[in-house]
C-alpha cells in the first residue's frame, strides 16, 4: 500500500489550539467525565419513556450507580500508588464500556429517535424501546469486536515515502516502526512475541519503537518486555522515551531497552551510510521529559542534531506528533511519532486533535518536513479498539535520485 500520493498537508488555516488548553480541559474531567458517562445512558436506556416496570427501572439505575462508584476507585487503586493490576483491569474495562454505551446512548437516542418518528414508527414508548435495544446491541457488538481488535496481532501497514534529499544508494531503505505497545496490567507476553516475530518478518533495515512501551515499571513489566530482544535489524534498533515512561520510572526503561540491544536515541543521532549516501537517524526524550524532574532528560532537537551534516537528510524519531513544529522548523525530512492510537474508540479521536495536529497517517508540515503518525501497537487502558485499528508500520523510503541514476 502506498500512501505517498495521500499525504497530507497541514491547513495554515485552521487554528491551533494553544499548548495548554487540553490540559486546562483535563482538570475537569476527572470530576464531570463519570457522572456523564453512567447518567446519560441511564436516563436515555430507562428514564426516557420507556415506560419499563418500576422493578427493571431501579435494577437498571441500581447498576449504573455502581458503575459510577467502583469505576473511579478501581481505577485509582490500579493506575495509582497502589498499582493493583486486577483494579486496573476492572475500571479500564468498565471505562471502555461506559465511553462506548454513552456515545450510542446520545447518537441513538437522538438520530434512531428523530428516524423512527418521523416515519411514524410505533407509539412514543414504543419508539423508546427501540432505541433502547438498539443501543445496547450495538454496544455489544462493538466491545466484542473492539476487544478482539485490541488484542490480535497489528496488521503491517506498508507506506512508500518519498524524501527529495535522500542519496540514490539509500532508496528502498526500510523502516519498521513499533510504538505504544503499552504493556501493562493485562499480561501478553504471547502478544509481544508474536509482534516482535512479525517484525522481524520485515527484514528491516531499521527497527524503531518510538515510545510508551509499558505502564508500569521495567521491572514490573520485563517479561513483557523481553520479547523486543528478539527484534532483528540489518542495521540498528533504535528507541526514543514517550510520556508514560515518565510515569513510570523512565530511566529504567532506557537502561532496559539498552540491555535488549536497542539504541536509546535520547538526544543523539547515528549514521546509516549505503552506496556512498548518509541517512541521519536521530531521536529525542518525549516532551514531558522536559517538566519530569529527571537529570539530564528532556527534548533537545539541537542536542539530537548536534555534528550532523546539514546537508544530509534526517529521520527523526518524537514520540508525539506535536513535535513536529519544531522539526519543521529544523528542516527535519520525516518524523515518526506515535502517542494518538488513532483516537483508540471513536469518537475519542476528535479530542485527541485537541492536542496533536494530526491523528494518524503521513501528513506534510512545512514545505520540506513530512510526519508519519502511527495508530500505535498496542492500546492503553480499555481493552477495546473501536474503528481506529493499530498497526505495525513499514516505511520505504525513496529517492527521487534511484530512477535517473538506473
Known amino acids: 500500500m502506498t500512501d505517498t500520493s495521500n499525504t497530507r498537508r497541514a491547513d495554515p488555516e485552521r487554528p491551533r489550539p494553544g499548548p495548554g488548553r ?61 498499582q493493583r493490576d486486577g483494579a ?27 428516524a423512527l418518528a418521523v416515519g411514524g414508527v410505533g407509539t412514543g414508548q414504543e419508539r423508546a424501546r427501540i432505541v433502547t435495544w438498539a443501543v445496547l446491541g450495538v454496544t455489544a ?46 499480561d501478553r507476553v504471547r502478544w509481544s512475541e508474536r509482534v516482535c ?34 527484534v532483528r535489524a540489518s542495521w540498528a534498533r533504535v528507541y526514543v522515551t514517550g510520556n508514560h515512561e515518565y510515569y513510570s520510572e523512565a ?20 549514521l546509516l551510510e549505503r552506496g556512498g549516501d548518509t541517512l541521519v537517524v ?32 534526517v529521520l527523526l524519531l518524537a514520540h508525539q506528533p506535536k513535535f513536529v513544529d519544531r522539526a519543521a522548523a529544523a528542516g527535519i525530512d520525516l518524523q515518526l511519532s506515535g502517542h494518538t492510537h488513532g483516537g483508540q474508540i471513536w469518537p475519542f479521536h476528535h479530542l485527541v486533535r485537541i492536542d496533536q495536529p494530526v491523528l494518524a497517517g503521513l501528513s506534510r508540515h512545512g514545505e520540506r518536513t513530512l510526519l508519519y503518525t502511527s495508530r500505535g ?15 505495525i508500520t513499514l516505511l520505504v523510503l525513496r529517492s527521487p535520485r534511484a530512477g535517473a541514476s538506473a
Open 22 to 82: 487540553l490540559r486546562r480541559i483535563m482538570r475537569f474531567v476527572p470530576l464531570v467525565a463519570p457522572v456523564l458517562l453512567w447518567a446519560v445512558p441511564c436516563w436515555a436506556l430507562l428514564h426516557a419513556g420507556q415506560g419499563w416496570p418500576s422493578a427493571v427501572r431501579w435494577a437498571g439505575t441500581a447498576v449504573c450507580v455502581a458503575g459510577l462508584v467502583v469505576m473511579p476507585v478501581a481505577m485509582m487503586r490500579g493506575h495509582g500508588r497502589r
Open 88 to 114: 486496573a483491569v476492572l475500571g479500564d474495562g468498565l471505562l471502555g464500556g461506559a465511553w462506548v454505551l454513552f456515545t450510542w446512548s446520545v447518537l441513538l437516542g437522538v438520530l434512531l429517535r428523530a
Open 141 to 186: 457488538a462493538l466491545l466484542v469486536w473492539g476487544y478482539v481488535e485490541a488484542r490480535r496481532v497489528p496488521r503491517v501497514r506498508r507506506v512508500e515515502v518519498e524524501l527529495p534529499r535522500l542519496g540514490a544508494g539509500l532508496d528502498g531503505t526500510r523502516v519498521a516502526l513499533v510504538t505504544d505497545t503499552h504493556y501493562g496490567p493485562l
Open 197 to 230: 516475530e512479525t517484525v522481524n518478518g520485515l527484514e528491516a533495515d531499521v527497527v524503531c519503537h518510538t515510545g510508551d512501551i509499558a505502564d508500569g515499571t521495567a521491572e514490573r513489566r520485563r517479561a513483557q518486555a523481553a520479547p523486543l530482544g528478539t
Open 251 to 270: 530511566q529504567g526503561w532506557v537502561d532496559l531497552m539498552d540491555e535488549l540491544g536497542w539504541e536509546p536515541l535520547r538526544n543523539r543521532h547515528l
Open 282 to 313: 536521530a531521536g529525542v526524550d518525549d516532551v514531558t521529559a522536559e517538566s519530569s524532574g529527571l537529570a539530564g532528560h528532556g527534548a533537545h532537537l539541537d542536542g539530537a542534531l548536534d555534528g550532523a551534516d546539514p546537508g544530509d537528510p
Open 377 to 391: 501497537t498496542g492500546f492503553w487502558g480499555p481493552p477495546f479498539r473501536v474503528f481506529a485499528p493499530s498497526e
